[in-house]
């Protein structure tokens, strides 16, 4: 790989700097700067995913004919880091990244015309319906049920750990339409509206007080077979293909550079003893080698997407490494952080909306969201499938 930037990268680098120069406006970047979350609130990432859809440039990962920017590899990985580095809110989640691609793989023509123009245009907010209590890590056992009746399918069960469902319009679930054969054999993937009647979300409130998980209730809810996707018992091997998307299906060292970029910015801050933790070499080593995970990171994921760029999917083995890598890192920069402020890491700070929050500095500002950003870095290795299912699911596959 050449890693100098052509003339032709260069311009274009510049364009994207000066479209965000003007359009991510100070509120936008405070926004994610106060955000706890690895997803940005709908409220401030559909505004983002907006003025990126006037642009054309809301899904650099999709193909040009279905809304697509056409870029090449490089320039979508310039884009993911001026993004990064300009302070994006982060909000290419469900939707964009995860249940876009399975439409386009096993979505007939119909479902593309509606779903896809909806999710460009941020009409239609999607939640992700797979864990059910008892049935997280052991997916296959799930209970959810969708009985066949006439022209719609009758759904009764419940989904957990449903990221923002509270603000989503549909979610795309796994439901067991067959108890014969393997339990694999008998799940089907389903699109629901969540405004239909029996559809009941209540919120799981996290450790540092935020709501951004719910457990989502089905009573005899109707979903018509026409939002099925694929044919019913083949939703396991839909689920496969959608989770390689959301482990490995997107550019996330900037994600990883712009809480390197906040952590030096914190350890360069003068101790109450006048010292710095940025003269500290232990402490420097440590961030060294962090970022030394970064840089292979991203050699990691270049490898994957340009195997979506040609059109394929990452990969299960990619799809895995980099799943465990990133919570891995995440979790480091968070724990070094914390290591900074000593016993003021873990203090209680109640997580209040944006607008309730006075201005402050925007180092003070990330001292208070340390804790935050500490516990939800713990939620890294778990959501996704945890990585020790991914390292099960990358042994099976190199020792089969």
């Known amino acids: 790989m050449d890693l100098l930037m052509t003339e032709e990268e260069v311009r274009f680098r510049d364009e994207v700097r000066t479209f965000l120069d003007v359009h991510l406006d100070e509120g936008l970047k405070r926004a994610e700067r106060l955000n706890p979350s690895f997803l940005a609130d709908p409220a401030i990432g559909l505004k983002w995913q907006a003025k990126l859809n ?44 995860m249940i876009a691609p399975v439409i386009m793989r096993y979505g007939n023509d119909a479902q593309k ?46 989904k957990i750990w449903s990221t923002l469902a509270h603000h989503a319009t ?45 457990q989502v209730f089905f009573d005899d809810v109707q979903v018509p077979v026409s ?14 293909y959608l989770l390689e998307f959301e482990r490995g299906g997107a550019f996330a060292g900037g994600v990883l550079r712009a809480m390197l970029a906040r952590l030096h910015r914190l350890a360069s801050e003068p101790l109450p003893d006048g010292r710095t933790m940025i003269d500290d070499p232990l402490f420097m080593a440590r961030f060294a080698e962090i970022a030394t995970d970064v840089d292979a990171n991203d050699m990691l ?35 070094l952080a914390a290591s900074i402020l000593g016993p003021n890491a873990l203090r209680w700070e109640e997580h209040r909306p944006l607008h309730e929050l006075p201005e402050e500095s925007e180092i003070d500002e990330e001292r208070k969201l340390a804790s935050a950003v500490y516990f939800n870095s713990r939620s890294q290795s778990i959501f996704g499938g945890s990585n020790e299912i991914q390292l099960e699911i990358i042994a099976k596959a190199l020792l089969r």
């Open 54 to 97: 006037d642009k054309g440039w809301a899904a650099p990962s999709w193909p040009k004919q279905y809304g697509g920017t056409g870029w090449t590899l490089a320039e979508r990985y310039i884009f993911d880091q001026e993004c990064e580095r300009a302070g994006e809110p982060h909000f290419r989640g469900a939707s964009i990244k």
């Open 113 to 158: 015309r509606f779903y896809l123009p909806r999710i460009l245009s941020g009409e239609d907010v999607w939640a992700q319906g797979y864990s059910e209590p008892g049935s997280g890590s052991d997916l296959a056992s799930l209970k959810t049920t969708a009985v066949l009746d006439g022209d719609h399918y009758i759904v009764n069960g419940s």
């Open 170 to 214: 549909r979610m795309f679930a796994l439901v067991r339409t067959a108890d014969t054969g393997k339990k694999q054999e008998g799940i089907t993937f389903i699109l629901i509206d969540l405004k239909s009647p029996g559809v009941t979300i209540r919120p799981i409130r996290s450790i540092c007080g935020t709501h951004e998980f719910n």
């Open 227 to 240: 939002d099925r996707i694929g044919d019913e018992g083949e939703g396991w091997d839909i689920a496969k």
């Open 301 to 335: 994921e270049l490898s994957a997407m340009s195997k979506v760029q040609a059109g394929g999917n990452p990969g299960s083995v990619p799809s895995s490494t980099m799943k465990i890598e990133r919570s891995r890192i995440r979790q480091s920069i968070a724990e």
